[in-house]
């Protein structure tokens, strides 16, 4: 049970601090510059992972990329740099997220639907739109 779970759990745990942080980011600081930063250590910390790790070696390695390497980071650049501007607008910590990941699970299944043929079932459109409920709640 503990392999099907604890990615989820990681990625709850660094969502809170993510979050956490992002609000945390002086509103007087250049988000751009900030980015940067981030992205450097992220780089340093990532890189530092790949060469403690099991690999082929860094060209047969690089040689197996493609553009989605390349993609992910202009979307993780979207993310954060739009997290930063959200918390700036007065968004609270409690419910920026939420509303975010409620819009985003019920885009993402026309996203599956559309572009990958999963099925989508009765249950989940009744979910999308007790979900898009939730949102009209929230943000009122």
């Given at each position: 049970?503990w392999?099907?779970?604890?990615?989820?759990?990681?990625?709850?745990?660094?969502?809170?601090?993510?979050?956490?942080?992002?609000k945390?980011?002086?509103?007087?600081?250049?988000?751009?510059l900030s980015?940067?930063?981030?992205?450097?250590?992220?780089?340093l910390?990532?890189?530092?992972?790949?060469?403690?790790g099991?690999?082929?070696?860094?060209?047969?390695?690089?040689?197996?990329?493609?553009?989605?390497?390349?993609?992910?980071?202009?979307?993780?650049?979207?993310?954060?740099?739009?997290?930063?501007?959200?918390?700036?607008?007065?968004w609270?910590?409690?419910?920026?997220?939420?509303?975010?990941?409620?819009?985003?699970?019920?885009?993402?299944?026309?996203?599956?639907?559309?572009f990958?043929?999963?099925?989508?079932s009765?249950?989940?459109?009744i979910g999308?739109?007790?979900?898009?409920?939730?949102?009209?709640?929230?943000?009122?």
């Amino acid at each position: 049970m503990w392999p099907l779970f604890w990615p989820i759990a990681l990625v709850v745990l660094a969502n809170i601090f993510y979050n956490i942080i992002t609000k945390s980011t002086p509103s007087d600081s250049n988000a751009m510059l900030s980015l940067t930063v981030t992205y450097l250590v992220a780089a340093l910390c990532t890189f530092t992972l790949y060469l403690t790790g099991t690999n082929q070696g860094f060209a047969a390695d690089i040689a197996k990329l493609n553009w989605t390497s390349f993609a992910l980071g202009l979307a993780i650049v979207g993310l954060e740099f739009g997290y930063i501007h959200v918390y700036r607008a007065g968004w609270n910590v409690n419910t920026a997220p939420l509303v975010a990941n409620i819009a985003l699970a019920c885009a993402l299944l026309l996203v599956g639907y559309l572009f990958f043929h999963e099925t989508l079932s009765l249950r989940q459109l009744i979910g999308a739109v007790v979900c898009v409920g939730g949102l009209i709640l929230i943000t009122n």
